[in-house]
């Protein structure tokens, strides 16, 4: 009986490293790895519990003019582009007591995948949860940041997979 396994085995070998690379925002289907964009150093940044959206803080002046009292989120889809039209809510819970932290948020679309968020007060004394949800074309997906401990492990600005 003749082996027919080694020349399978051979021609699969060939097939896989004949095939051309990838690139990350390349379409590849439902399982291909998915790559998203950190854009500034001193930013809370972070993908969604489904991987559908990533999250950057952006809290301060220092890399981007948002205005003082100002936070501003970058928001990005699971093709690392920006989304655009999309809605967000957030919440600031006390981790402590459960309270939350404040009264009413205006979000404003500013484009180019930026929304400027007012009205949230983030220099407050414990441990709090900032969670933001975003919803568009019928997805929606979160992400929560804890304070102050997400200011201690900020990462470095690059590509991050789930």
């Known amino acids: 009986m003749k082996n027919i396994l080694s020349p399978v085995i051979a021609a699969l ?43 950057e803080v952006l809290l301060d002046d220092k890399e981007y003019k948002i205005g003082q009292g100002v936070i501003g989120i970058v928001l990005h889809d699971d093709k690392d582009a920006d989304v655009i039209g999309a809605r967000l809510s957030l919440t600031l819970k006390n981790l402590g007591d459960g309270s939350s932290g404040g009264g009413p948020v205006s979000i404003a679309d500013k484009g180019n995948g930026l929304y400027l968020v007012s009205g949230l007060n983030l220099q407050r004394e414990g441990r709090w949860e900032l969670s933001v949800t975003a919803r568009k074309d019928g997805t929606e997906d979160s992400v929560s940041f804890i304070l102050p401990d997400a200011l201690k492990k900020r990462y470095p600005k690059g590509p991050y997979s789930p």
């Open 13 to 55: 070998v060939f097939g896989l490293l004949a095939a051309p690379p990838t690139r990350a925002h390349d379409d590849q289907g439902p399982g291909a790895k998915k790559i998203f964009t950190k854009h500034f150093q001193e930013t809370l940044f972070d993908i969604t519990r489904h991987a559908a959206f990533s999250v």
